[in-house]
């Protein structure tokens, strides 16, 4: 079987970092995590190719090459992801789709789609391939399962370009113990959070080393620190890895403020060459705070905890949000001025929108 793992391409966002890119002279921020871990799901005698539409483009030889074409995409990628779709139609193509998007849509308004394997590949994936041997693939696999982390494999760093991109993915946690009403991470990962094995984790930092990468690591976890006890555990051996290896990597995250409480923690991040870190402030005022159910943020000094993760030279880029029903004209100044007065240089800042199937 030949398998063709098509990512769509994003649209102009924070997080495509498009015109930032070429000053780098690279062509994506990061490749697609999702995609690389399905590829190491799949039959091992398949073969595998990936094309990421954000660094190349997808041909018409690719389609013809496939027997089946798998997508996965997020929700702001959801125009490409249909055009890939139509595409592989033309071209007469099973399709697979999985992933966010496709998670949390509505079935009816995608066309092309054969076969929806949805939820985490860890368990719906293998049903499908059971099935899809069998000679019987359904339409649709969906669990409400959250599987142990253990049995997700190494993702298969041999099928992109490291030269394209600015920074590698890898999973260390998901889920969230937060409920912040505009956020879907706790319907698509559960409110627990469920962390790799030390020893699996370290394993994953090794071979993202023994495949060639040195530069910046993006730990794309939503919540970093979401069980902070067994992330103080796992450091101190990311430090001992990061000494032995002379820091090649230089690692950033997603984090609750609630990191700043923790002045243990912050210098475990700092020891272990964690230079940035993402927090969601969302807003500087604590009526929408409460209004949004952010109740971790609204007992907090946000500059002052932003100033603090600062001094242990991690520096802070922060996701803003206006539009909350508490909002007044007032709040853009608002926002500019804690912005400018905390020294966030990354700042995104967006409009209010309401996710599938959040509160």
């Known amino acids: 079987m030949n398998i063709l793992l098509a990512y769509p391409e994003y649209p102009n966002t924070f997080w495509s970092f498009r015109h930032a890119l070429s000053f780098i002279r690279k062509k994506a921020a990061f ?12 039959p091992a005698e398949w073969n595998v190719r990936l094309v990421d539409m954000n660094v190349q483009t997808i041909r018409d030889a690719d389609f013809k090459w496939a027997d089946m074409v798998f997508v996965s995409a997020m929700i702001v990628q959801k125009d490409s992801a249909q055009e890939i779709l ?12 999985g992933g966010p998007f496709f998670t949390s ?10 076969h929806f394997v949805l939820n ?8 499908f391939l059971r099935d899809f041997n069998c000679g019987n693939p359904k339409s649709e696999y969906t669990s409400a399962n959250k599987p142990n982390l253990n049995i997700t494999p190494l993702p298969r760093w041999d099928l992109i370009n490291f030269r394209h ?9 998901r889920g969230c113990p937060y409920n912040c009403e505009f956020c879907d991470i706790t319907i698509l990962y559960g409110r627990k959070t469920r962390l790799k094995e030390t020893s699996q984790f370290i394993a994953e930092v090794e071979a993202l080393y023994r495949a060639g990468w040195r530069d910046s690591v993006f730990i794309v976890d939503d919540n970093f620190v979401g069980n902070i006890v067994r992330v103080k555990e796992m450091l101190p051996h990311l430090v001992v890895w990061q000494t032995t290896h002379g820091y090649p990597f230089s690692f950033f995250t997603e984090a609750s403020v609630n990191l700043a409480k923790d002045p243990t923690l912050l210098c475990l991040l700092r020891d272990a060459g964690f230079t940035k870190v993402f927090l969601g402030i969302e807003t500087p005022r604590r009526d929408g705070l409460i209004a949004c159910k952010k109740g971790q943020n609204v007992n907090v000094n946000l500059a002052e905890a932003v100033r ?12 803003f949000i206006v539009g909350f029903d ?12 804690f912005i400018q007065t905390t020294g966030i240089v990354n700042a995104m800042v967006g409009l209010l929108s309401a996710l599938p199937k959040t509160a």
Do not use: N, W
């Open 31 to 42: 490749p697609p995590l999702g995609l690389l871990t399905v590829a190491s799901l799949l």
């Open 86 to 97: 139509d595409r592989a139609k033309m071209h007469g193509k099973r399709t697979v789709v």
């Open 105 to 114: 849509c509505d079935k009816k308004s995608v066309r092309g789609a054969d």
């Open 120 to 127: 985490e590949a860890e368990i719906t994936l293998p049903e």
């Open 165 to 173: 991109y600015a920074t590698m993915p890898i999973q260390y946690t």
């Open 308 to 319: 603090t993760v600062h001094s242990y030279g991690i520096e802070v880029l922060a996701g």
């Open 326 to 337: 508490t909002d007044d004209p007032a709040v853009f100044d608002d926002q500019i001025t």
